[in-house]
């Protein structure tokens, strides 16, 4: 299983971006999807998630601004980013909670590579 991540670029403050991440392999279903971030010299932070059905949550510091999405048809999710600010520079991370086969009831957590955001003031 592998997830791409793509959308990171150089935007100037109340700009936008839109990120997209998509599993594939030898998937059987996938439960939440999520997008982290992690700044310089900080630890990694969740910033949103989505169940299967679409129920999302959000990092306070994003609440208002980012909506995450997800298109279970293309195994695919998105973090639309809106009134971007400088702190939110960061490398952003998918996840996905992934089953692989029906054979075996267990799931695993996959992680992208990483996209980097960074946000001019």
């Known amino acids: 299983v592998q997830l791409q991540a793509s959308g990171g670029g150089l935007v100037q403050a109340g700009g936008s971006l839109r990120l997209s991440c998509a599993a594939s392999g030898s998937i059987f279903s996938i439960n939440d999807m999520g997008w982290h971030r992690q700044a310089p010299g900080e630890q990694r932070e969740l910033v949103a998630t989505i169940t299967s059905g679409g129920s999302a949550n959000y990092a306070d510091s994003v609440k208002g601004r980012f909506t995450i999405s997800r298109d279970n048809a293309k195994n695919t999710v998105y973090l639309q980013m809106n009134n971007l600010k400088p702190e939110d520079t960061a490398v952003y991370y998918c996840?996905?909670?992934?089953?692989?086969?029906?054979?075996?009831?267990?799931?695993?957590?996959?992680w992208g590579q990483g996209t980097l955001v960074t946000v001019s003031s």
């Open positions: 996840a996905a909670n992934i089953r692989t086969t029906r054979l075996i009831p267990m799931s695993l957590d996959y």
